[in-house]
């Protein structure tokens, strides 16, 4: 494995990086050999994936970096990852931090909700106060062992105290040493403006694609030209998987066998030509018995 390429650099770069959202190394495999720059790893994708739950605050720390950990082992990109709300206070980012750091995260994701956390494009959320957000951040970028792991602020306002809060609110964790801003949940082409004319300028700007969200969905092209630095579409990969995954069962409890379904998949020769099957088997057989001296 090479290090990972810099995401502090690539930021610097005025084209937008259009980052997909995995929950796993199988799809952060398959997202790397299509020719992405860096990866996202969603906690809510890991919620539905490994949970079978909805994003409201069951996946631990330690679940999300098992599965960055595993995703590290297979590529080398970027990795974007969301740590929620840091998995309590200050001390408890700092370890967040410190663990995410050593899985192989490259930007870690903070959010102003208080526990329980709920994915930001669903109602009933609740915010720790501004104060508190900005000592996490504090915190974060004090405990990371590396200025080129970022830390990317989060806040979840504009559904709580309103979008003029939002930007504050933003405001205050850009002062407090945050690296990146993730305004969550603008709810129109005007709200998406404004978030631009108060930072673009200041600080790289996330952008966050939900299909059927709070937001507008914009495509790479049109959010480079608003000014936003980082697209993600975290869940877009999970939310295709259902739907192909639904298919697939329908089709086989309908037909007793996969034949229907054939053209939709890869066949077993086709799968370990995705993995690197061959290439991995002869590089192991240097280590063979019979290789040795």
């Known amino acids: 494995m090479t290090e990972p390429t810099g995401l502090k650099a690539r930021l610097e770069k005025p084209d937008l990086l259009l980052t997909p959202g995995v929950f796993d190394a199988f799809g952060a495999m398959l997202a790397e050999q299509a020719g ?16 079978g739950r909805p994003d409201i605050g069951l996946v631990g720390m330690e679940e999300v970096a098992s599965v960055v950990g595993h995703i590290r082992e297979r590529v080398d990109l970027p990795l974007i990852v969301d740590a929620d709300t840091g998995f309590g ?10 663990v995410f750091e050593r899985a192989g995260a490259t930007a870690i994701q903070l959010e102003d909700q208080a526990m329980p956390k709920r994915c930001g494009h669903l109602k009933g959320k609740t915010l720790v106060p501004t104060a508190e957000m900005v000592g996490k951040i504090k915190a974060a970028v004090d405990a990371r062992t590396s200025d080129g792991t970022l830390i990317v ?11 003029a809060p939002a930007l504050d609110r933003a405001d205050a964790y850009a002062m407090a040493g945050a690296d990146v801003l993730f305004v969550e ?5 005007e709200e998406i403006q404004a978030v631009i004319d108060r930072f673009g300028t200041r600080i790289p700007l996330l952008a966050n694609m939900v299909e059927g969200g709070q937001t507008p969905l914009h495509d790479a092209a049109q959010l480079e030209a608003l000014g936003f630095s980082i697209a993600i579409f975290p869940g877009g990969l999970a939310r295709a998987l259902a739907k192909a995954g639904a298919d697939y ?10 034949d229907a379904f054939r053209d939709r998949m890869l066949d077993f020769t086709e799968l370990n030509t995705v993995l690197g099957t061959d290439d991995m088997l002869s590089s192991g057989q240097q280590y063979d018995a019979e290789n040795q001296e």
Do not use: C, M, W
Request: charge should be positive; aromatic fraction near 10%.
């Open 36 to 51: 992405f720059e860096a990866l996202y790893v969603s906690g809510a994708s890991i919620a539905y994936t490994r949970l």
């Open 89 to 98: 206070n200050a001390i408890n980012v700092q370890r967040t931090v410190k």
């Open 153 to 163: 602020a989060r806040t979840d306002a504009i559904a709580v105290e309103g979008f």
């Open 185 to 189: 949940a603008p709810r129109t082409a």
């Open 249 to 258: 069962f329908a089709s086989l409890k309908q037909h007793g066998t996969t």
